[in-house]
């Protein structure tokens, strides 16, 4: 099985580094995975993707065209790429940001999450990216909730590793807004 | 054994350090800026040196010195850089100085664009700088063979003290994979023929390229193409995926080869017969293999992130011995997964002309 | 009434690429401010360099030439001697000039090639992600000098109009700084002497402009321009480096 995401919002939104988290929890767990950015001056618009590749063979494109599932933090992002998501696949975005839906997709598990709201609530602002994560997790099943707590050690900085129990709770937070 | 992440770019700089270099000359450019930045934290932690040079110029000629000098010796660029690095190429090849160049390239021609290409392929295995000299290419397909690779070009350098080419593209520099890397070699062996001082030797050791006395400038040429018919003859390497039963083998390396190699799964899952040959070596050229395939009555696509330069070698194997279709882009994009498939289909016998 | 603020004609309506609070914009702006008081536009010729500015030619209402990294002063060269009629500029980086450029800019200069350089010195390589330059300061921190610029192993920085100063060939050569609003305005008139020069056939002539790269520094807008007032300009010290005796230091 080959599983091909896309994660897509603002730069600084974080989400380069919850693209690392699921291919590194894909690693661990013995898959074969490809993580690749974009770049260069497309970043320079202040928007920020990354693809992803998870997969039980060795990875053909790292570069995902018609992902099977997309995070979409801002609204740019979901209109840029909802239409290419793979007929039962999984959008999960950020509707703290995304008050319509942009296009109808109903062949698609479309799931809005107030991810700003909800990172406050915990405490930390910048944790929006990880609830989306742990809700893209839930609904995809494509890594394993602990596989991505111990990506988190080998993807975060020895700096900021003080804050891994508020990133895993948020992953938790999101997981659990799927399940319940 | 232990598999960690990196970039393509990455993979290659500590692949390099894990095969014993402890010297990089570089100048910034992108797409290939994490591996100097990469080099400059490093570097120092194995006791090696970084140096920022004032240019392409400057830092192939720092090569040149360091290589001639007896090290394991390492630079990077891209497309412009490269340009400016042909003449301390050329004579670097001239002078049978072991080194590594890896090229991540970007479209050109000019300033061109950050975007990967693969359009430097005429550059890396036909010359580039003056004179009748070769380079070993080799062509990573993963952040494996980044890692890989890059310790057997340090080890063909030397073993055939000849520069030695890593090609890849702005792609494959970016992309993250999971590697695992070899054990850190800290010696590696003396060269004999270095600049180190005589140091008692009765003769001096000159690297050189000049040959303008009598027959000498034949005589170090001859030198020079037995040399690139032994590696010719021993150092070709192709990764052949499916080639045997295939009806339509596709030719791709780097990026391209990526690409193909999802196309061609989707294909085999609806029951056709599609190969891939990925040359590892662009120089020499796995020519040989190409020719008994095409002896078998292969046809082939070719699909490049360029206007047609892999596919020139391609025709050149198989010599008018089986169809050479192409499949190019130019404008700095990756072909996508579905233009590579329909392209595939609408070759293959039962596939129309979609 | 006098009208105090208008856009320069020698600018384009275009909106720049570069990050907020980058000074490349507000030196943009002085250089095509000149050539309007000068009235020059019709027969000036700008060489973009490559670095951040190399998209200048969209910003500039001018006829312009893109150069190779570092070779904008030979390009310049070639068009002057074809037209010395024009007046011809190029716009420099620190990386494009002072390092890749180095030849070229020195050759330039000794030659008192009757051409203006508007020289750009942020001390990194901006457009590629933050590099050392050869005018990063000692112990500055950049990607490829991660633990501090080390002047034991990797030198000094260079002082470009000190160093031109040695040579017979320059006209003109001035430093200075766009951090605050008066330093804005003799900016502007440093400027515009040096594109004088050029049209009174004088010689070589070259305004070195300390400009900041919020974005590269890791600092807010208001931080860079106080690193430039603290940072560079002790290490890079403002005036007049070169002028004939009829241009006083006053003047800048
Ligand atoms: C031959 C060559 N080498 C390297 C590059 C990559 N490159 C592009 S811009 C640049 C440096 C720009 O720095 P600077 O001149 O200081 O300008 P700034 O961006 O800071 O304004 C470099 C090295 C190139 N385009 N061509
Ligand atoms: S990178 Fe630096 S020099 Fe370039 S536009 Fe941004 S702030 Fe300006
Ligand atoms: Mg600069």
Redesign the interface.
Known sequence: M?YEIICAGFGGQGVMLIG?LL??GG?LEGK??????S???EM?GGTANCSVVVSD???????V??PDGLIALNGPSLMRFMGSVKPGGVIVYNASLINEVPEDRPEVRLFGIAANELAEKLGNDKVGNMIALGAFLGLSKVVGLASIEAALK?VLPERRHHLIPLNISALHKGWALVEG | MERVMMKGNEALAEGAIRAGCRFFFGYPITPQNEIPEYMARRLPEVGGVFLQAESEVSAINMVYGAGGAGARVLTSSSGPGISLKLEGISYIAGAQVPCVIVNVARGGPGLGGLTPSQADYFQATKGGGHGDYRLLVYAPGNAQEMVDLMGLAFDKAEEYRNPVMILTDAIMGQMMEPVVLPPLRTVTAEQPWATTGKQGRKKPNLINSLGIVGEELERINIELQAKYDRMAAAEARYEADGTAEADLIVVAYGTSSRVARSAIARLRQEGKKVGLFRPVTLWPFPQAVLASLAADGKRFLVVEMSAGQLVEDVILAVNDRAKVSFFGKLNGTVPTVREVYDRIRSLLPEGGEG | MKKIFAYPRALTQKRTHYCPGCTHGIIHRLVAEAIDDLDIQERTIGIAPVGCAVLAYDYFDLDFQEAAHGRAPAVATGIKRVHPEAIVFSYQGDGDLASIGMAEIIHAAARGEKITVIFVNNTVYGMTGGQMAPTTLPGQKTTTSPYGRDTATVGYPIRVCELLATLDGPAYLARVSVHDPAHIVRAGKAIRQAFAMQMAGKGFSLVEVLSSCPTNWGMTPVQALSWIKEKMIPYYPLGVFRAPEEVTGDDV
């Open positions: 080959t690392q291919a590194y690693m074969e995975v490809t993580w690749f950015p770049y260069g001056p320079r063979q060795p990875v053909g494109s790292p570069v065209a018609e080998e």
